[in-house]
């Protein structure tokens, strides 16, 4: 093995954020525009300190298999590697986990999905580590493996951890429940299925870790919550979280994916381990296995009502693919259970949420988080059933839809506003795109666009609706939080604000949030953004929708806590009568007269104050599956329009509509393209993302395989937002990030059926199934080899093993 | 033992001539990051489908993870890093920031190439025509109709004006800092 030198160089990072914002309220330019643009912005794949190495990391070929040797001498030495870690070298604990901590750091004994890290390596070069890793010489024992959650609980399945293959369980009695079935006129049954779906961010997962030479240890990292990835690196390095210290590196997109570690201890590990800077990049292939996805499922429905149309009970019976390891799939099981029956006023119901270990990849966050699942199958049962009563499918929904007052099924008030009625009536009178004539029509237009071989014979149109919610924050009990420092001082002369939080800015605007908040609440012009890192309190994740509302509300929170201070400082320096003072354009002002400038009032002192922001209190449910488990709601519909070529199987999303209660809008761009953003993914859902994963092993894991929505895949979106406030959160507002997601998927679905007649009850609907050649998962085709070149590795869909 | 086969590349980045010995395996967009130091070129897949890596090779768009470093010997590249001129953000830099046209901004810098080409072919593009223009470039988080609009601002601004003002298509008003 190479000599070692001792070095600790210092990152030089990029600094604070400094401009003047727009007010809440008002649209306003990202504050990272210009770097963005100029491609000056540093992402984590960007960072280098000078000798620094290249970490890599060994993964197994198999889903499921016992480790029976792992010889890393003669990757050890190779020259120019620097370290070869297993298992062994981990020094603290050896699992993590944001819930459970039941994943290894590096594998021992056993591996229990492909990809699942064996070992890593830290070389001078990242070619040097990967032919490193082919050197790293492990015999596996092949087991078979468990690749359905439904096998997983027979009897003879081997089980997957000591605690058995059932992750969790949830069974939520309502009413009568399938008790009052009787009292229905009309039963409806379905079964529905997901297909896995992958967050697919653009920037790859990497990081730095930076040795401090005291045994300590830095680590700059694009991830969604710094706090939980320090406790969870500081435990398995067997350190106080202090000497981990995590600072957020530029991120390229995350919606779920950056939730769980991936990297974060194996840099660690071998940075401290060679006392040099380590940097880990992983490329597209390597990302697939490098992040969890979305949770495959089937579910199950059965829906009753009335002859007029009125919901009797819901049954549904939800089953989860969990793959190897925990991960956040506990709250989504949760979550699933809780929105099982939709935004509708349900009498009685019963619902079980059933989530499984598997040796499949792990899932566990992506946008819409239980809730995409759930909506698919609900919002096809509400067609079902629209078309047994002969009702047309929105005046169903309208008639059932939620209202304050009413109780979930899990015994939750449904809190104002939930204007579920009026997002539904917002969609049916939108206008509808005029038809365009199909024959003729430059090919750009047609499904399929330019590989269309047709003159649009067989071009059919449908227009589909669905509505679905979602909770924002971390919910059933869990202590949800945010913490911000807020500084006001004078710099040249004019006042101003610094804001110091932990929360992760992924693309989603919180950077020009958090300005906003601090020139509103304290009148100046000039606010300061600091990087987001461990040195001030966890800000919570960035998931759930939540950072507008929890770190928003901090925010706020220090900003009232300098004013107040400024008022005091006004009534004992200047006598000022306490009421009526307020702050506007760095003046203290009475009835719009200045009172005082707040450079003057200052006198060269700053005013911090540091707040933890808590949302109320939730519970977690009881054994029946009630209480009072989430904070807010948010809710929105949809409308799809689509032309299926029903020759070829061919989509053209031709409109999506939408309305959406957000409570009050911060910012008008941002919160368009969230929505705009959140119904591509959507409509990837429904028409074209899955990870195919076959005895196991995956078979699409690239940009090739794997497919995204395209410019030319979407369509334009119109938006109705309806600002009806929360009279909780702060400026009335409500979490955007994620209802655009749900209701999407089964809108474009809705219109499909309606196209083509076809019960389309699996997602992503392929070609052939509106050709009508399959209504089955996608062909088990085996991939030719190809691909990116690591053949000699052992390529991680095992192609060809070694 | 393997040997590494190495040559010598002789490229004209941004205006700037740049010379290494590059590995004859290295990937444009790997010796652009990695030999010539220019990060704002982003690898997001490596096998050309997302297109996070265009720049501009001889005047046309390409994407720099399916060219050899060596294959750009001799030849003239433009970066994002080369966009804006004198402090003064591109018409389409400007464009892009003013309407909200990226989020994480990963995509961003080949988004803005594919639309650059299309200005330069057609000034005054339709909307099929944006969108037909920057299929080869994905984007995960706009859902892409703000990019739409930003490369239909960056015609309008590009294409109004007199011919003096649109000699230069770098904004006056906003520096880059």
Redesign the interface.
Known sequence: MSQTTPTTPTRVGPGPTTWTPGKVGE?D??P???P????????S??MRLDGMLWGATLRSPHPHAEIRQIDTSEAEDLPGVYAVLTHEDVPGRKVYGMEIPDQPVLAWEKVRYQGEPVAIVAADHPETARRALEKVHVEYGVLDPITDAEKAVQEDAPKLHLSGNVLRRIRILHGEGVGAAAKADVVVRGEYEVGMQD??????ESGLAVPDGLGGVDLYISTQWLHIDQDQVAESLGMDPDQVRLTLSG???A?GGREDLSMQIHACMLALETERPVKMAY??EESFFGHVHRHPAKLRYEHGATRDGNLVYVKARLVFDGGAYASSSNAVCLNAATFACGPYEVPNAEIESHMLYTNNPPCGAMRGFGAVQACFAHEAQMDKLADELGLDPLDLRIKNALKPGDRFPFGQEVPPPAPVREILERVKVMPLPEEQEVMGR?L??LPGGVSNVTHGEGVKRGVGYAVGFKNIGFSAGFDDYSTARVRLTVEDGEPLVEVHTAAAE????LLMLQAQIARTELGVEKVSILPADTRVGSAGSTSASRQSYVTGAAVKLACEGVRERLFERAREELGEPPDGLSVEAGNVVRDGRTVVPLAELLDGDELEETCEYHHRETHPLDENGQGDVHLQYAFAAHRAVVEVDVELGLVRVVEIATAQDVGKIINP??L??Q???????GLGLALMEEIQVKEGKVLNA???DYL?P???D?P??KMEVLELADPEAPYGLKGVGEPPTIASTPAIVAALRDATGLELTRIPVRPEQLAGVSDGPPLPDEPTPGG?GYAEVGRLDGRRET | METKSIVAVRTTINGREHSAEVDSRLLLVEAIRDVFGLKGTHIGCLTGDCGACTVVVDGKIAKSCLMLAASADGREIQTVEGLARDGKLHQIQQSFWDEYGFQCGYCLPGMMFSAKELLETDPRPDEAAIRHALQGNLCRCTGYQKIVQAVSTAADRMSGGTNEEREDDHRDDTPTR
């Open positions: 649209s330019r990202r990272d525009g210009v963005k643009v100029t491609g000056e912005f540093e992402y794949s960007d967050q697919a961010f653009l920037g790859p991120v390229g997109g919606f490329n597209r430059d750009r237009g992924v693309g989603q605007g761009q941002a368009e393209g929505i705009e953003g959140g119904i591509a993914q690239s940009f090739t995204i395209t410019i030319l979407m334009t979106v990116a």
